[in-house]
């Protein structure tokens, strides 16, 4: 998930239908599933409260693991609270888990690599979050390991097993392990990743592919996830052995400027706010561009990029969309 820029987001949200604008009535039968994130902050319990309204699941970011892999960091504070939101309003809250690390402010490939590569970690910490889960009522985990290698594709498979068996015999047979995917456009690329999607498609129940970040501020200035991306995306995806009705399309619900200094995350509407009468938008990658009068570029996608989203996620036959996130733009209706 988005982190590189301090907006530090986590909860999925799945909603029964989509409905609201033009492009998401196109889809309004496909009884497509929505999921968002959001992490426990100032505000954050009024857009729990307002997409939980319109969920099933909101899973929430969520515990990080500790730099040996061998256990977890403090949940954050407000977890609780956040589930008892969800719940308030008819939503299944749901944990995530991440190798997020502060140190280097980034997903940490060792951090994931020592979890993944002992068996005892493994263990101990599929067990632990299964515990966290049914302390704070939660009932689900997410799994939201990125910047894998190669090497961690067979141990990732045995942490996703380990992890489906502790939620299972503590949340119940019912209760969903699901996985955080980083993109890629052919079957090598997520396997180089750490991703061995067939053998994970045994343990796994739903999968959220995040199409966004195809640009940012590690690279030149570009889409977000542009549309023709996103559709290799998925389609890579299916052919490493995911069938469609378990991939939700991951929706960007933020911008990037490339120039200058500060932060290079935008909220849609600050965007908005600085592209002014200069914004263009494309209908062929279903986001929004501007160039500025300082020379700054800017690329973002917001509520309408939203809807056409739902439109492709329909007619790829995909269970549904993520949106990341609550944080930077509310659950377009």
Avoid: K
């Avoid at 993944?116 to 799994?143: C, F, K, P, T, Y």
């Avoid at 998925?234 to 619900?253: C, F, H, K």
């Avoid at 929004?288 to 700054?296: E, F, H, N, P």
């Avoid at 790829?316 to 990341?324: C, D, E, I, N, P």
């Amino acid at each position: 998930m988005v982190r590189r820029t301090g907006l530090v987001v986590g909860i999925a949200v799945v909603v029964a239908t989509v409905t609201g604008g033009c492009a998401a009535t196109q889809a309004s039968d496909a009884d497509l599933a929505v999921e968002a994130y959001v992490e426990p902050g100032d505000g954050s319990a009024a857009t729990v409260s307002d997409a939980s309204g319109r969920a099933a699941t909101i899973g929430i970011d969520g515990v990080t693991m500790t730099d040996d892999g061998a256990g977890l960091n403090d949940l954050p504070a407000g977890v609780g609270a956040l589930a008892r939101t969800a719940e308030d309003g008819g939503a299944a809250p749901e944990l995530l888990v991440s190798n997020f690390s502060e140190s280097i402010g980034d997903f940490s490939p060792e951090v994931g690599t020592a979890l993944l590569s002992d068996a005892g970690n493994r263990s101990r910490v599929a067990g632990r979050l299964a515990d966290l889960a049914s302390e704070q009522h939660l009932r689900g985990v997410q799994i939201d390991l990125e910047s894998l290698r190669s090497r961690d594709r067979a141990g990732l498979v045995a942490f996703a097993a380990a992890l489906e068996d502790a939620v299972h015999e503590r949340l119940g047979r019912d209760a969903e392990v699901s996985m955080a995917v980083m993109a890629s456009t052919d079957e090598q690329g997520y396997r180089a990743t750490g991703y061995d999607l067939r053998a994970l498609a045994d343990h796994v129940d739903r999968f959220v592919l995040m199409t966004y970040d195809q640009h940012g501020p590690w690279s030149g200035a570009g889409t977000i996830g542009s549309l023709p991306w996103a559709e290799r995306v998925v389609d890579a995806a299916e052919r490493s052995g995911v069938p469609a009705d378990r991939i939700d399309l991951g929706i960007a619900g933020y911008g990037y400027v490339w120039g200058g200094s500060g932060d290079a995350q935008v909220s849609p509407a600050r965007a908005r706010e600085l592209a002014g009468d200069d914004a263009r938008w494309s209908e062929r990658t279903g986001e929004w561009s501007a160039m500025l009068d300082d020379g700054r570029e800017l690329h973002w996608s917001d509520a309408r990029s939203y809807r056409v989203r739902v439109t492709l996620a329909d007619r790829l036959g995909l269970h549904g969309v993520a949106l990341w996130s609550l944080n930077t733009l509310a659950l377009p209706r």
